[in-house]
C-alpha cells in the first residue's frame, strides 16, 4: 500500500543552522502539508500546499520556514536559522484532494512516520 | 474547550474489555478523522466520518458523529494489548480550509 515516507528520521543541529526535511508524498495525492508535535503536546498545523503555492499556513510558519516541491515526488520543509523551540517530530502528509464535501473520502491526510528534529 | 479535544486524557482497561474515547469540537465540520499514534511514531489513520453521518464501523473500531453536539466517539471492542497507543480525533473546517486540528489525545493502555 503507498504511503508517505520522510527523511532523515532524526535529525540534530545547533542552533542557527539551517536544516532541510524530506518527505515523498503518495504518488497520486495533489496536496501536501506539513505538521509538527512539540513532546507531550498536541499536533499542530504549519502549512498546505496545493499547485505549487502555499494554500493555507499558521502563525507558527513565520519567514524562518518555507516549503518547496524541487521535482514531482519530493516536498521539503525549510527552516533557516533553527531555534531551540523548533525542536519536535515533523510529521509531512498529503492527500488525494483538499477538503470539501464532495471530496467523497478523497481529503483524508495520510501522514509519513515523522522527523524528529533536535536543536542543541 | 479548544476544537477537537479528548477526553478522557488517560484510559487504562483490561485486555478484552471495550473502550471508549470522546472528543469534542467547536466549530462546523466537513468531517471528522480519528488517528492512533504509538509511542514516538507518526500517525496512522483509521477512520473519516463525514458531517452528514451518524455512525461508521471499521472492524472493531465505531465511531459516531453528533453534530448538534458538536461530539464525537470511538469505541474499540475487544481491546488487545496492540491497541495500546494514542488516539487523537482531528476535524476540518467547512470553509475550504486544509489544515486538521487535532485535539490533545487520549492515552490508552491495555493491560494484558
Known amino acids: 500500500e503507498p504511503e508517505v515516507t520522510q527523511t532523515p528520521s532524526h535529525q540534530v543541529t545547533q542552533m542557527g543552522q539551517e536544516v532541510i526535511l524530506r518527505c515523498v508524498p503518495i504518488?497520486?495525492?495533489?496536496?501536501f502539508y506539513w505538521y509538527r508535535q512539540i513532546l507531550g503536546q498536541k499536533v499542530e498545523f504549519l502549512v498546505s500546499?496545493?499547485?505549487?503555492?502555499?494554500?493555507?499556513k499558521s502563525e507558527i510558519f513565520d519567514d524562518q520556514f518555507s516549503v518547496e516541491r524541487p521535482d514531482g515526488s519530493n516536498f521539503t520543509l525549510k527552516i533557516r536559522s533553527t531555534k531551540l523551540e523548533d525542536s519536535a517530530m515533523y510529521f509531512c502528509?498529503?492527500?488525494?484532494?483538499?477538503?470539501?464535501?464532495?471530496?467523497?473520502?478523497?481529503?483524508?491526510?495520510?501522514f509519513g512516520p515523522g522527523t524528529r528534529l533536535l536543536v542543541l | 474547550s479548544q476544537q477537537g479535544e479528548e477526553d478522557p486524557q488517560a484510559l487504562s482497561i483490561q485486555e478484552g474489555e471495550n473502550a471508549t474515547m470522546n472528543c469534542s469540537y467547536k466549530?462546523?465540520?466537513?468531517?471528522l478523522q480519528w488517528y492512533r499514534q504509538n509511542s514516538g511514531r507518526g500517525l496512522v489513520h483509521l477512520i473519516l466520518?463525514?458531517?452528514?453521518?451518524r455512525e461508521k464501523h471499521s472492524g472493531r473500531l465505531r465511531v459516531t458523529l453528533d453534530t448538534s453536539k458538536k461530539s464525537s466517539s470511538l469505541l474499540i471492542t475487544a481491546s488487545r494489548a496492540a491497541d495500546t497507543a494514542s488516539y487523537f480525533c482531528a476535524t476540518d473546517a467547512d470553509q475550504g480550509a486544509q489544515k486538521l486540528v487535532f485535539g490533545q489525545g487520549t492515552r490508552l493502555t491495555i493491560n494484558p
Open positions: 466520518i463525514r458531517s452528514n453521518e
Open positions: 500546499f496545493y499547485n505549487n503555492e502555499i494554500s493555507e
Open positions: 502528509a498529503s492527500s488525494e484532494r483538499g477538503a470539501g464535501s464532495f471530496s467523497l473520502g478523497k481529503e483524508t491526510q495520510y
Open positions: 504518488s497520486n495525492h495533489l496536496y
Open positions: 466549530t462546523s465540520i466537513n468531517n
